[in-house]
């Protein structure tokens, strides 16, 4: 089973997906304030974090397993998912649409497939040009950051929160590289997109200056989603959470207001 926490109590149930190298820590200290009108429902997903770390193909579909053991029993959801967390939240509300009621997709990654979106990274002057193409020096980064370069991040990653950069090592080489190549690289958001019930919320928050999870990329999906909304925090990177808490939270209790209209 899935490591799970909550906080709050009461029958408005908001579940917080993380990325790939996050846990439930990225959300809690600064989603918090929701406490005090909603359940908030924490899950660290299989491979990182607290919970079991199986030698496995983490595709979507695995994920999606292992997600419902936790939230069978529940109903009305809203889902808030970032980055890879953000994938996982559509393909449970396409699969799973009696239990899903809205849904917050922050940085959301769409290439259109695994071609261009090697494509983008291979073009990239970061550290994701080598990191995001090749599985083997994935592999290899995922190893020494766990167990060498582990003391060194808090130094090297200043602008992320200690307990963030901490979690980068709570996962290991097989749930990273499985879960961006089986579970980004080689997973139609498309599709899922298309089999979203109707009357399922969706609130995108994205990044202006995002170069993970480029905006355009979300702008050529949304064309054929115009009842989506979309808000766009200026000047911000892959983090719009990180970066701006406050900004993010109000955005997240607005879907709800809305809905409850």
Request: contains cysteine; charged residues 20%.
């Amino acid at each position: 089973m899935l490591h799970c926490e909550t906080m709050g109590d009461t029958n408005d149930s908001i579940v917080f997906l993380h990325g790939i190298g996050g846990t439930a820590r990225y959300w809690k200290t600064r989603v918090q304030p929701l406490a005090a009108g909603y359940r908030l429902i924490f899950i660290d997903l299989l491979g990182y974090g607290q919970s079991p770390k199986p030698w496995t193909k983490y595709t979507v579909d695995r994920h999606i397993e292992e997600i419902y053991q936790v939230l069978q029993e529940h109903e009305s959801l809203t889902i808030v998912g970032h980055s890879f967390g953000a994938i996982l939240a559509l393909a449970f509300a396409t699969r799973y649409p009696h239990l899903v009621k809205r849904l917050v997709l922050i940085s959301l990654p769409y290439f259109g497939n695994k071609e261009r979106a090697i494509r983008y990274f291979r073009n990239s002057h970061s550290a994701d040009r080598y990191v995001m193409t090749n599985i083997a020096f994935a592999a290899v980064a995922c190893i020494m950051t766990r167990w060498v370069l582990r003391w060194v991040l808090p130094y090297v990653l200043r602008d992320m929160p200690p307990e963030v950069v901490q979690d980068l090592t709570q996962h290991t080489w097989r749930s990273y590289t499985s879960s961006v190549w089986d579970g980004i690289y080689r997973h139609d958001i498309f599709a899922d997109a298309e089999q979203l019930d109707s009357d399922c919320r969706i609130l995108l928050l994205h990044g202006e200056l995002d170069k993970t999870a480029p905006l355009s990329g979300i702008r050529l999906l949304m064309k054929n989603y115009p009842g989506w909304k979309l808000r766009i925090l200026p000047d911000c990177d892959h983090h719009p959470l990180l970066r701006n808490p406050q900004w993010c939270v109000q955005a997240i209790e607005s879907v709800m207001a809305d809905s409850n209209k």
